[in-house]
C-alpha cells in the first residue's frame, strides 16, 4: 500500500442555546482560557462518551461494548444462563465460582471496598464473555465440580486472556483500552477527540429555580429554591481518526470502512446529557467538514485564537474563519488535505472555497465510505481534482470531493 497512514478529520462547528453540558466539581460549565478569553469548554471526556451512546444506537446489542466493574457479574449471569440461551446452565454458587476462576489469570484487582468489583472499569465486548463461556465447550459443570488446585490448571489451559484481546468490537477498536493490570489486554486507540472550546469569548449566567409543593394549600410560597449555572455558545469540535490504526484493530476491511462512517456519523450527531431535562439543548451542527490526510493530522482550533465577535450571529464567522485557517495552514505549512468532504449551511464564498459545495450529510457519508474503501482495497486516497470525485447514491448529488 502506497500511502500507510489514512487519518480522517472531523472539524465541526455547533452553536448551543443556554445550557450546562459539561459541568465541574462545583456545578460550574467547564472552561478555559484561550487566546486570552475564556471560552465555553466541553471536555473530551464527555463527548467521547456520548459518541460511544450514540455509535452503540446503531449496532445490535450483543455487538455493543460495555465499560465496567461488574465483569465477573456479568460472566457468571452468562454461566447461569440455560444452554438454550447461550449459557451453562450453572447453579448460582457454581457460575461464581468457576466466573471467579476464568477471570483470576486477568490478574485484574479486586476493589478494595466491594469484592465483587474489579478496582478499576474495563472496558470489553458483550461478546467476547459469550465467547468465553463458548470456550469451556460444554465442560462448565465438569470444571465448576473440580477441587480448587485442579480448577486453576484446567483454567490455565482454556484461552482466556487470548478470548480478550482478540475480536474486540467496534467501540474498543475505536475508543481503545488500557489494562495496567495486564498489558496484553491493551488496545491502541485509532481516535483522538479534543476538547470542544467556543469560538467566542463567554461568561457564566445563572439561572434562579424554584419548585413548589403541588399539595400545599395554606399559601403558595416555594418549598425550595437554587441556582443552575449555563452559558450558550457556538463550539469547535474536532476529532481525528486513524484508519489504519482500526483496520489493525479490527482485522477485517469492511467492517473498518463501516465503523469510519458510523464513527463520523455518531460524532457529529452526539451531545453530552448534562442538565439536558433543564435546557433541551440538542441542536445540530452548522458545518460538518472532513479533511482526509496520509501525513499528519492538524487542529484548526487556531481559528479561534482570536476570538469571534459580533452581536448578529456567530456561526457565519466561525465558519468563515475556519476556511481561512485552513488555507493558511495548507499555504504556510504545506499540509493541505488531500481530499474535503463538507456539510454547511453558511453562504459564504471563502467558505465554498476551501471546502467545496455542501453536500447533504447522508451524502457526505456515502463519499466518506467509498473513498476509505478505496484506500483499504489497496489504493490511494484520490487527491482534489484527480478523478477523486465519489459518485454517491441518494438524489444523483455527487460527492464534489476536493
Same mark, same amino acid.
Given at each position: 500500500?502506497?500511502?500507510?497512514?489514512?487519518?480522517?478529520?472531523?472539524?465541526?462547528?455547533?452553536?448551543?442555546?443556554?445550557?450546562?453540558?459539561?459541568?465541574?466539581?462545583?456545578?460550574?460549565?467547564?472552561?478555559?482560557?484561550?487566546?486570552?478569553?475564556?471560552?465555553?469548554?466541553?471536555?473530551?471526556?464527555?463527548?467521547?462518551?456520548?459518541?460511544r451512546t450514540e455509535y452503540?444506537?446503531?449496532?445490535?446489542?450483543?455487538?455493543?461494548?460495555?465499560?465496567?466493574?461488574?465483569?465477573?457479574?456479568?460472566?457468571?449471569?452468562?454461566?447461569?444462563?440455560?444452554?438454550?440461551?447461550?449459557?451453562? %446452565?450453572? !447453579? #448460582? $454458587?457454581? /457460575?461464581?465460582?468457576? &466466573?471467579?476462576? *476464568?477471570?483470576?489469570?486477568?490478574?485484574?484487582?479486586?476493589?478494595?471496598?466491594?469484592?465483587?468489583?474489579?478496582?478499576?472499569?474495563?472496558?470489553?465486548?458483550?461478546?467476547?464473555?459469550?465467547?468465553?463461556?463458548?470456550?469451556?465447550? %460444554?465442560? !462448565? #459443570? $465438569?470444571? /465448576?465440580?473440580?477441587? &480448587?488446585?485442579? *480448577?486453576?490448571?484446567?483454567?490455565?489451559?482454556?484461552?482466556?486472556?487470548?478470548?480478550?484481546?482478540?475480536?474486540?468490537?467496534?467501540?474498543?477498536?475505536?475508543?481503545?483500552?488500557?489494562?495496567?493490570?495486564?498489558?496484553?489486554?491493551?488496545?491502541? !486507540?485509532?481516535?483522538?477527540?479534543?476538547?470542544?472550546?467556543?469560538?467566542?469569548?463567554?461568561?457564566?449566567?445563572?439561572?434562579?429555580?424554584?419548585?413548589?409543593?403541588?399539595?400545599?394549600?395554606?399559601?403558595?410560597?416555594?418549598?425550595?429554591?437554587?441556582?443552575?449555572?449555563?452559558?450558550?455558545?457556538?463550539?469547535?469540535?474536532?476529532?481525528?481518526?486513524?484508519?489504519?490504526?482500526?483496520?489493525?484493530?479490527?482485522?477485517?476491511?469492511?467492517?473498518?470502512?463501516?465503523?469510519?462512517?458510523?464513527?463520523?456519523?455518531?460524532?457529529?450527531?452526539?451531545?453530552?446529557?448534562?442538565?439536558?431535562?433543564?435546557?433541551?439543548?440538542?441542536?445540530?451542527?452548522?458545518?460538518?467538514?472532513?479533511?482526509?490526510?496520509?501525513?499528519?493530522?492538524?487542529?484548526?482550533?487556531?481559528?479561534?485564537?482570536?476570538?469571534?465577535?459580533?452581536?448578529?450571529?456567530?456561526?457565519?464567522?466561525?465558519?468563515?474563519?475556519?476556511?481561512?485557517?485552513?488555507?493558511?495552514?495548507?499555504?504556510?505549512?504545506?499540509?493541505?488535505?488531500?481530499?474535503?468532504?463538507?456539510?454547511?449551511?453558511?453562504?459564504?464564498?471563502?467558505?465554498?472555497?476551501?471546502?467545496?459545495?455542501?453536500?447533504?450529510?447522508?451524502?457526505?457519508?456515502?463519499?466518506?465510505?467509498?473513498?476509505v474503501g478505496d484506500w483499504?482495497?489497496?489504493?490511494?486516497?484520490?487527491?482534489?481534482?484527480?478523478?477523486?470525485?465519489?459518485?454517491?447514491?441518494?438524489?444523483?448529488?455527487?460527492?464534489?470531493?476536493?
Amino acid at each position: 500500500m502506497n500511502q500507510p497512514h489514512l487519518f480522517v478529520e472531523v472539524h465541526i462547528l455547533q452553536s448551543l442555546p443556554p445550557s450546562n453540558v459539561n459541568r465541574d466539581d462545583s456545578g460550574t460549565p467547564k472552561q478555559a482560557v484561550f487566546g486570552g478569553a475564556r471560552r465555553a469548554r466541553v471536555s473530551s471526556q464527555a463527548w467521547k462518551r456520548a459518541t460511544r451512546t450514540e455509535y452503540a444506537r446503531q449496532v445490535p446489542e450483543a455487538d455493543r461494548a460495555t465499560r465496567t466493574k461488574r465483569i465477573a457479574t456479568l460472566l457468571t449471569e452468562r454461566l447461569a444462563r440455560s444452554a438454550d440461551k447461550g449459557g451453562a %446452565g450453572l !447453579a #448460582a $454458587e457454581q /457460575a461464581d465460582r468457576l &466466573a471467579t476462576a *476464568l477471570l483470576e489469570p486477568l490478574g485484574i484487582a479486586k476493589s478494595a471496598k466491594k469484592d465483587d468489583q474489579s478496582a478499576y472499569l474495563l472496558f470489553f465486548g458483550k461478546k467476547q464473555l459469550d465467547d468465553l463461556v463458548a470456550a469451556l465447550d %460444554g465442560r !462448565a #459443570a $465438569e470444571l /465448576a465440580a473440580l477441587p &480448587a488446585d485442579e *480448577l486453576k490448571a484446567e483454567v490455565k489451559k482454556l484461552p482466556v486472556v487470548q478470548t480478550l484481546s482478540t475480536g474486540h468490537p467496534a467501540e474498543v477498536a475505536l475508543f481503545g483500552r488500557m489494562v495496567a493490570d495486564l498489558p496484553a489486554l491493551n488496545v491502541d !486507540a485509532s481516535v483522538q477527540v479534543a476538547h470542544a472550546l467556543s469560538t467566542h469569548a463567554v461568561r457564566t449566567e445563572f439561572d434562579y429555580f424554584t419548585a413548589v409543593d403541588d399539595e400545599k394549600a395554606e399559601d403558595h410560597g416555594a418549598e425550595m429554591i437554587g441556582t443552575v449555572e449555563f452559558n450558550s455558545s457556538t463550539l469547535y469540535r474536532y476529532a481525528v481518526l486513524g484508519v489504519h490504526q482500526l483496520r489493525d484493530n479490527l482485522s477485517d476491511a469492511a467492517e473498518t470502512r463501516d465503523t469510519a462512517v458510523r464513527f463520523v456519523e455518531a460524532f457529529a450527531r452526539s451531545m453530552p446529557t448534562g442538565h439536558q431535562n433543564s435546557f433541551a439543548h440538542r441542536t445540530l451542527p452548522h458545518l460538518v467538514l472532513l479533511t482526509v490526510r496520509t501525513d499528519q493530522p492538524v487542529n484548526l482550533v487556531s481559528a479561534y485564537e482570536e476570538p469571534v465577535t459580533g452581536t448578529t450571529g456567530l456561526a457565519e464567522q466561525s465558519a468563515v474563519q475556519l476556511a481561512e485557517e485552513l488555507k493558511k495552514v495548507g499555504e504556510t505549512w504545506g499540509n493541505k488535505p488531500l481530499r474535503t468532504l463538507a456539510t454547511y449551511t453558511a453562504e459564504k464564498d471563502k467558505v465554498t472555497d476551501a471546502f467545496g459545495p455542501s453536500l447533504s450529510f447522508p451524502a457526505l457519508l456515502d463519499a466518506l465510505g467509498a473513498l476509505v474503501g478505496d484506500w483499504l482495497d489497496g489504493g490511494e486516497a484520490a487527491v482534489a481534482g484527480d478523478g477523486g470525485e465519489a459518485a454517491v447514491a441518494g438524489d444523483g448529488a455527487e460527492a464534489g470531493a476536493r
